[in-house]
């Protein structure tokens, strides 16, 4: 098992447990809760990243290239969206409130990211 998936795994218990601890005392819900969920992904991810990957190689040049292009693009469709938002603000067609704006900025984010990067891979695999 790689250092870096036993440090996640073993950094996590200790989150966790001290959330269990938490929540057995009654002291603090909200941290407690979070505590848990924290710790809990902390290991899952771990165990998970281990069966995935193992001790082999998680990325390469190519795999690495390819997400650096994914981001700049998503990072570029992403500045085109707020310029748009902001110019329909402005001209007074739609007015958005700050929950929406920031939902659809993450989602558009987000989208384009994981387009961009399927799109790269198949042509680049092409």
Same mark, same amino acid.
């Given at each position: 098992?790689?250092?870096?998936?036993?440090?996640?795994?073993?950094?996590?218990?200790?989150?966790?447990?001290? @959330?269990?601890?938490? &929540?057995?005392?009654? &002291?603090?819900? &909200?941290?407690?809760?979070?505590?848990?969920?924290?710790?809990?992904?902390?290991?899952?991810? @771990?165990?998970?990243?281990?069966?995935?990957?193992?001790?082999?190689?998680?990325?390469?040049?190519?795999?690495?290239?390819?997400?650096?292009?994914?981001?700049?693009?998503?990072?570029?469709?992403?500045?085109? #969206?707020?310029?748009?938002?902001?110019?329909?603000?402005?001209? @007074?067609?739609?007015? #958005?409130?700050?929950?929406?704006?920031?939902?659809?900025?993450?989602?558009?984010?987000?989208?384009?990211?994981?387009? #961009?990067?399927?799109?790269?891979?198949?042509?680049?695999?092409?």
């Amino acid at each position: 098992m790689k250092t870096q998936y036993l440090l996640q795994i073993c950094a996590g218990v200790p989150v966790a447990a001290a @959330g269990i601890a938490l &929540t057995l005392t009654g &002291t603090d819900t &909200t941290l407690s809760s979070a505590l848990i969920v924290v710790g809990t992904g902390m290991v899952t991810l @771990g165990i998970f990243r281990h069966r995935r990957f193992g001790d082999g190689i998680e990325s390469d040049e190519r795999t690495e290239s390819i997400d650096a292009r994914a981001a700049t693009r998503s990072w570029f469709v992403t500045l085109l #969206f707020l310029c748009t938002l902001f110019g329909v603000n402005e001209l @007074g067609l739609l007015a #958005f409130d700050i929950r929406t704006t920031i939902l659809a900025t993450i989602l558009v984010m987000a989208l384009s990211g994981m387009i #961009f990067s399927w799109h790269l891979a198949r042509r680049v695999a092409a």
